[in-house]
């Protein structure tokens, strides 16, 4: 007996000892994310606190005018009431701060914004020490109040990301509520997640759940439908009865969930690569454009639009995934889908003349010139005889030019005429030499082969791929002593050499004269044209192209 008196007691202790749940709230307001909870008793801010967060909210953070008239419809039967709400001094601030919106106060987020105050007469200066916030029910002023002081009651918020509509159950059938925060109130419009709805004639509970489509609606924990009567039997699309059974059914294209309620279409778990077309009872698979449907019946693949069509490109066709481009030839430009002719004359690349022809343009040269071999946009002085007028500067005859194997004389006294070098005067050619105008060319005679363009080497000493080396002959004798000459012999000797001399400065002079005129060479002629592109072919005036003078 004694222990079991010990045993009651300790369980009495544990009972008392441990804290009570938090009373329901006396009455509630929901709209859409949020609800708004009153409760009544005599409570200091801190506790008032602490019971709203046991419930999963907070105090209350009156903002808007919204708010306020939650306010005025919990607290209608008690005018005389002061409400705590979430707006108290932060720590470490002494004191309030009257010019400031919210006079220094912050909300219970630790935030300070607000699209609305109420604040009553205050006392007319900073009010110190641990300061809160309390609602006047009477006219939902605001007024400061010590913290460790009690109100009337206080007024909680609960925030959620959506809401289920009030249930229509129809005439007859009473249906009644619960939220998660305690709450019960059949005059609720909008309840939150996990709220519960009990009809006792049906033995029905539906609870407010997220759906899989999104939002929020009622629910079973059961599959199928509910009674066709209250809220559609839960049915997204229609309930209808089968022998006594509410069942759910879905439109043509879609079928039923799981939860034999929701209806979802018959595309959605389709294998489709592209494109999902639901029919009555089954699908089809579709592809975008420029694909076509693969043997399988779900994949797609690409159509070569340039084989099918051939004559979708005024030039070329290019296949594409999923489609094709148009491009045009070299020359040619893409103009509204047609080929144009590139005018390239326009940009100048030609030295003289310049001809568009279809597809790109042709350089030609005045009378007296040809292209250039250097670069065919260039022309240079040509002449085709062994004497050419010169070309010069008609403002001052003193500039003049010539073409390369050409000098500049003076005929006739006035007249400035470009006169042919005869380089096979000058012995360029080991052998044979052929001169033509501004140029000339080797010859060997036979047995012998052009190394060089102007040495010849004998067919028997070189076979062309390794460098020939001249052969020297052995002498015959030993060549004769100074001694042994005659007197007479080493006067000859001297008269010969120096007959030689005079006879090769002669020739030296000769050579400097035509070989250096002053303007007479060629190094300059072309030094103010303009460098251009290349081209498609050069016309020249007639005249071959004339091999380079070495």
Not at 516 to 524: L, T
Request: charged share 20%; glycine share 10%; hydrophobic share 30%.
């Amino acid at each position: 007996m004694g222990i079991a008196l010990f045993f009651l007691g300790q369980a009495l202790l544990w009972g008392l000892g441990r804290s009570a749940p938090a009373p329901p709230p006396a009455g509630a307001q929901c709209l859409e994310h949020v609800c708004f909870g009153v409760s009544w008793g005599r409570q200091r801010f801190a506790a008032a606190s602490r019971l709203c967060q046991g419930r999963g909210g907070q105090l209350m953070t009156v903002r808007s005018t919204v708010a306020e008239a939650a306010i005025a419809l919990l607290a209608r039967n008690r005018s005389d009431a002061r409400l705590w709400i979430g707006l108290q001094l932060p720590p470490g601030q002494a004191c309030s701060e009257p010019a400031r919106r919210l006079r220094g106060f912050r909300w219970v987020t630790g935030d300070e914004r607000t699209d609305y105050t109420r604040w009553g007469p205050g006392p007319g200066g900073p009010v110190c020490g641990p300061q809160c916030v309390a609602v006047a029910a009477l006219n939902l002023t605001w007024e400061e109040k010590r913290c460790d002081s009690e109100a009337d009651g206080f007024l909680c918020e609960y925030n959620y990301p959506g809401t289920c509509p009030k249930l229509s159950p129809g005439a007859g059938l009473a249906v009644t509520y619960t939220t998660p925060f305690g709450a019960q109130d059949s005059d609720l419009l909008v309840l939150p997640p996990q709220s519960t709805a009990r009809a006792p004639a049906l033995g029905l509970e539906l609870v407010c759940q997220e759906h899989s489509g999104g939002g929020m609606r009622w629910g079973s924990a059961s599959p199928g439908a509910w009674h066709c009567q209250l809220e559609n039997g839960g049915c997204e699309a229609s309930c209808q009865w089968d022998a006594g059974t509410p069942r759910c059914t879905c439109p043509p294209g879609k079928q039923l969930d799981q939860d034999q309620r929701s209806c979802s279409s018959l595309c959605a778990d389709a294998p489709c690569e592209h494109h999902c077309i639901p029919l009555a009872a089954n699908f089809t698979c579709m592809c975008h454009e420029g694909y076509e449907l693969a043997g399988d019946g779900i994949s797609c693949r690409d159509i070569d639009d340039c084989k099918t069509k051939p004559a979708l490109c005024d030039q070329e066709c290019v296949n594409t995934e999923g489609g094709f481009h148009c491009q045009c030839h070299p020359g040619y430009e893409l103009v509204e889908g047609k080929c144009e002719d590139v005018i390239d004359c326009y940009e100048e690349k030609c030295h003289h003349q310049c001809d568009d022809v279809p597809g790109g343009y042709l350089c030609s040269c005045f009378s007296g010139y040809a292209p250039s071999p250097q670069d065919p946009h260039k022309c240079a002085l040509f002449c085709n005889h062994t004497e050419c007028p010169a070309d010069c500067d008609p403002h001052t005859q003193d500039i003049c030019y010539c073409p390369d194997g050409f000098v500049l004389d003076h005929h006739n006294g006035s007249a400035k005429m470009c006169v042919d070098i005869d380089e096979c005067e000058q012995g360029y050619c080991e052998q044979l030499c052929t001169n033509k105008p501004g140029s000339f060319t080797c010859h060997c005679r036979e047995g012998y082969s052009l190394y060089k363009k102007h040495l010849c080497i004998s067919d028997d000493e070189f076979s062309g791929e390794t460098e020939p080396y001249p052969k020297t002959a052995a002498p015959t004798r030993v060549p004769p002593t100074a001694d042994s000459l005659h007197p007479g012999m080493l006067i000859g000797i001297s008269i010969g050499i120096l007959s030689t001399i005079l006879v090769l400065m002669a020739i030296l002079y000769y050579l400097m004269k035509k070989h250096f005129p002053v303007h007479g060479g060629m190094g300059y002629k072309c030094s103010n044209r303009t460098e251009k592109e290349v081209v498609l072919q050069q016309v020249t005036p007639g005249c071959p192209s004339a091999n380079q003078k070495l």
